[in-house]
């Protein structure tokens, strides 16, 4: 069972966090919302993600505009959450990954998933946050305007070919820029197509992308790699 935590960054700045944290866990993962904040949805990614051994720290990326945001995936929900992303500053939720990743338990490969808006965010990471070992970016929204931002570590991008706000061509961009380092898996789906809260949502491209998530965190998690 997870629980709320406080997390401080290097600045003073307090957020809340959902942490879950399996009896042995063999890596640890920073898991990014989307812009509906660390709700019911992002808690449940978190105890699967524990569930398959990861300890997980989801900090609540909005606290510093507003505190204890969850919304629902309606239209004020929608409304509400793209306005605070609006708000938001990139490089400032960066800065509360690298908190959320300090607190992890120590020793622990730690990489970052975050899904939509998070997912931009995770890529963000995987360029700028000290040690890290992977990055997983789910339909990440924004990163046709990130390309440039080299990842240090590599990275599994997922999105939807029927994804009507985040095209497919920036997931091709990015392999063909860096054969190295990014892996990118298409599905036929819908944008938000993980959620089962979601009309979106599609269980067997669900299924299959969690499926490689799993695989990839475990075994950059077993290589050992760390952002130089």
């Known amino acids: 069972m997870g629980d709320w935590i406080n997390v401080s960054g290097e600045d003073g700045h307090r957020m809340r966090a959902w942490h879950e944290r ?6 640890g993962v920073v898991l990014l919302q989307e812009v509906f904040g660390v709700n019911e949805h992002i808690r449940a990614v978190a105890a699967s993600l524990a569930a398959a051994g990861f300890e997980v720290v989801a900090p609540s990326l909005f606290d ?5 945001v969850e919304l629902g995936y309606g239209p004020d929900g929608i409304e509400r959450g793209v306005s605070l992303m609006k708000q938001a500053a990139p490089q400032t939720a960066v800065r509360d990954v690298q908190a959320a990743a300090a607190a992890l338990s120590p020793g622990l490969p730690r990489s ?3 899904f939509c808006w998070g997912g931009f965010v995770a890529w963000l990471a995987a360029a700028q946050v000290e040690g890290l070992s992977a990055a997983v970016c789910y339909y990440p929204g924004g990163i046709d305007g990130a390309v440039e931002a080299a990842p240090r570590v590599p990275v599994l991008v997922h999105l939807a070919e029927r994804d009507e706000h985040i095209p497919v061509r920036g997931g091709e961009t990015l ?3 860096y054969p190295e380092r990014v892996r990118v898996h298409t599905y036929d789906a819908m944008h938000g197509f993980h959620c089962d809260a979601r009309a979106s949502h599609d269980a067997s491209s669900a299924a ?3 499926e490689r ?3 990839f965190l ?3 998690a077993a290589a050992g790699r760390v952002a130089a």
């Open 112 to 114: 970052v998933v975050g």
């Open 213 to 215: 998530t799993i695989g």
């Open 22 to 27: 399996p009896a042995q866990p063999k890596a």
């Open 208 to 210: 299959l992308a969690w």
């Open 175 to 177: 392999r063909q820029k």
């Open 64 to 68: 510093r505009l507003m505190p204890r």
């Open 218 to 220: 475990g075994a950059q």
